[in-house]
């Protein structure tokens, strides 16, 4: 059977793929393996790794019409590159470029960043896929313009499928103008309370946040609150002194240090590399429970897009973090980290999405939607 990391025209990579689909009892999808709990083949399903970093390339680029075509294995920076130097970007704020996350195994992961509070997840950007189902046919969904009728929306089904429907070979998405500058601001709370309570009072007023976050202070004995805010350059200090008055105080920061901050919540360069990185969805709700449940471990973690995803990096036993997650009702998937399931606490279950897994993949070809 050809490897389909072999270099080739594209026609002919994906043909590879399809027949490996065909010929192998499993198949397990990886790109650069930013996110290696995702695409770990289940212990007792032996599978053959479908390395895609080979089917890379920009397809389709339109920046006047903000859309564009890339194949799965392309490298995520690469296309924020592109894209800046056109004044444009993704709104969705996807996480790990620099580490080389690919489109595809970002659209598999279904993973998006702080950033994505104002204008929505990468499901809000998709605009079409093709793919290679578990029989190996080449199917297509969606399309390269934003405005289009499609059938079934396969390319918002297939994000954050974790390689368990088919092998994304090709995406596309619409992108936004990027904001001219950006500033930040930063507040600190001697308890989580009034931290909460001022988090629940942006989101309930009218101000025009690019990212809201929840996260320890320094000092471990107070939470801090980091608002970003993009736009024209010239009414970015007014904005922040209206923000000031609502917040009554907080400390400004642009430029260099500012950018820094937001690198490091996206590439995730505040988690010890020893250390498990949990994705957590949740509301703002649960979050004094869940910090309640934790006492007294004092993890690394951020709350991000205004409390309703926690990134936390663990290095106790992930069962133990399971059945706190379970108490509470919350499910964890695990990015990274010694996991033999990427599912902790209340795992998802759908009647719905296991029909689609039997319709997709009718021989089991990928891994399991949910544990079984």
């Known amino acids: 059977m050809p490897d389909p990391t072999t270099a080739a025209p594209v026609s002919d990579i994906i043909a590879q793929i399809q027949e490996a689909v065909r010929d192998c009892d499993r198949v397990v999808v990886r790109g650069r393996n930013t996110k290696p709990a995702l695409s770990a083949s289940p212990l007792h399903m032996p599978a053959h790794s479908l390395e895609m970093s080979s089917l ?205 901050f937001w690198h490091a919540s996206a590439e995730f360069t505040w988690a010890p590399a020893d250390a498990a990185l949990i994705k957590i969805p949740l509301t703002p709700a649960h979050i004094a429970p869940l910090e309640a449940a934790l006492n007294p471990n004092q993890a690394p973690r951020r709350y991000a897009v205004a409390g309703n995803v926690l990134w936390l990096a663990w290095r106790d036993p992930l069962d133990a973090l399971g059945a706190t997650l379970r108490g509470l009702e919350l499910p964890g998937l695990v990015i990274r980290g010694p996991a033999s399931a990427p599912w902790l606490g209340r795992v998802p279950d759908s009647v719905f999405a296991r029909r689609i897994k039997a319709a997709l993949d009718p021989f089991g070809k990928f891994p399991p939607l949910f544990p079984e």
């Open 56 to 260: 890379s390339g920009l397809v389709e680029y339109e920046p006047q019409e903000y859309t564009f075509t890339a194949l799965a294995g392309t490298p995520v920076c690469e296309i924020a590159q592109l894209l800046q130097a056109n004044g444009q970007y993704l709104p969705f704020d996807p996480v790990l470029l620099e580490a080389g996350a690919t489109l595809g195994g970002t659209i598999a992961a279904g993973l998006s960043g702080s950033g994505r509070l104002r204008y929505g997840g990468l499901r809000d950007f998709i605009l079409g896929v093709r793919f290679v189902d578990g029989s190996g046919t080449l199917l297509r969904g969606g399309g390269k313009v934003v405005k289009n009728a499609a059938g079934f929306d396969f390319p918002k089904l297939l994000v954050g499928s974790m390689g368990s429907l088919g092998v994304i070979v090709e995406a596309s998405f619409k992108v936004f103008p990027a904001p001219a500058a950006y500033a930040s601001l930063y507040i600190d709370y001697p308890q989580l309370e009034s931290a909460l309570q001022a988090l629940h009072m942006l989101t309930r007023r009218p101000v025009d946040l690019l990212a809201l976050d929840l996260l320890p202070s320094d000092s471990r004995r107070g939470w801090t609150l980091a608002l970003r805010i993009g736009g024209d350059e010239m009414l970015l200090d007014t904005r922040l002194a209206r923000l000031r008055r609502l917040l009554d105080g907080g400390d400004a920061l642009r430029g260099d240090e500012e950018a820094a």
